[in-house]
């Protein structure tokens, strides 16, 4: 992530507090690497003052942090398309035809150029690895994957589907770059079945529509 942190609110944080803990020079880069507004951190156990309020970070939540002191980024200078390529990642656009429409299909380009997928679509294209990797499969990371294969050609019922959507939000919510997952269901059309939600990512991202074919 070329030097970005992350750090997940705790009771009593401030911003003056993170920027010595993480030798960060200029708290007030924490603000506009994550569009913060006063007063920046709501760090009260059931303060109802700011929920509404997306600019100001609550407990629990996870902000994108700069780099240290004498690495830093010229946050003031980045598009918001940078920012986010930093948050979420880029990597190789494996899968092609993702739920985010701006997504390009994985190719080698007439130049020789692999194309890739970065912000959050590289996030969607995770989301779909991670949900279609059998978990305990990948050697080292026994918790990575899913359990959905265990409900391959069962019959379609009100209990599976319950077990099928909860497999998939609970997956979806272990990604660190995953703030919240909303308006989750799944949808039978004809022969095929699929899950459907918003995924709200960590700043400085915003909700998107995210699919996922069942087996």
Not at 5 to 28: C, F, M, N, V
Not at 67 to 72: A, E, L, S, Y
Not at 167 to 193: P, Q, W, Y
Request: glycine share 8%; aromatic share 8%; proline share 4%.
């Amino acid at each position: 992530m070329h030097g970005l942190k992350t750090h997940r609110i705790t009771e009593g944080d401030s911003l003056q507090k993170l920027a010595r803990l993480y030798d960060i020079e200029d708290w007030r880069q924490i603000t506009i690497l994550n569009s913060l507004e006063e007063p920046y951190i709501d760090s009260v156990f059931f303060s109802d003052t700011y929920k509404d309020n997306p600019k100001v970070a609550k407990i629990g939540d996870i902000i994108l942090l700069p780099k240290p002191n004498g690495d830093d980024i010229n946050i003031s200078n980045r598009r918001n398309e940078e920012i986010e390529s930093l948050a979420y990642g880029i990597d190789i656009d494996i899968n092609g035809d993702l739920p985010v429409a701006t997504t390009i299909q994985g190719e080698i380009r007439e130049g020789g150029d692999i194309k890739l997928v970065a912000g959050v679509n590289n996030l969607a294209q995770q989301l779909n690895t991670r949900l279609t990797t059998k978990r305990g499969s990948l050697i080292e990371h026994p918790d990575y994957g899913s359990d959905l294969y265990k409900y391959n050609g069962l019959l379609d019922n009100g209990r599976t589907d319950n077990k099928v959507i909860f497999e998939v939000e609970s997956c979806i919510r272990e990604d660190f770059r995953v703030k919240d997952v909303t308006n989750i269901k799944l949808i039978h059309k004809g022969s095929a079945r699929y899950v459907s939600c918003t995924v709200i990512p960590i700043e400085p991202g915003t909700p998107f529509k995210y699919e996922y074919i069942l087996l």
